[in-house]
């Protein structure tokens, strides 16, 4: 028997787009905190590869049924989180640039409060229907 999905995915999508957000805003706060530690390498997260691996399950791994299967499985690490390793900006080898880093928190806080506006007028539409339109 098939579920009925109330929400039609809009909720799910708009959760996991909040996630990305909260993510990048770590990093970025993470970057500026350490704007004067020497040999800091800047954080920044990567849609693509959040999103990539947002798509594997948590502690996904393989039954193996014979010796000759390889065994893998993924492990648990922040998704989407890179550092740029050979990035240098400065002469003590921190690699923030601070002018970026306010720019992308500017965006990202942007992109945050869009969702935010977005779920919310999902909530109010849901509660105007179980209240009947009244």
């Known amino acids: 028997m098939k579920i009925l999905n109330l929400f039609g995915g809009t909720i799910s999508s708009l959760e996991n787009g ?6 990048k805003n770590k ?15 800047a954080q ?3 849609f693509k590869k959040y999103l990539a691996e947002a798509q594997i399950p ?10 000759r299967h390889y065994e893998f499985t993924v492990s648990e690490s922040t998704p989407g989180i890179y550092k740029y390793e050979n990035f240098r ?8 640039n601070m002018d ?4 992308s928190l500017a965006e990202n806080q942007i ?10 007028g999902k909530f109010s539409t849901l509660n105007n229907v179980i209240k009947g339109g009244k």
């Open 18 to 23: 909040l996630s990305y957000a909260t993510l």
């Open 89 to 96: 900006a400065r002469h003590n080898g921190n690699g923030v």
């Open 111 to 120: 992109y945050y409060n869009a969702l935010i506006d977005r779920i919310s």
């Open 44 to 46: 920044e997260v990567s």
């Open 100 to 103: 970026a880093e306010q720019a």
């Open 58 to 67: 948590k502690g996904f791994g393989a039954h193996r049924n014979d010796v």
């Open 27 to 41: 990093a970025i706060a993470n970057n500026i905190a350490n704007v004067d530690t020497p040999n800091y390498k």
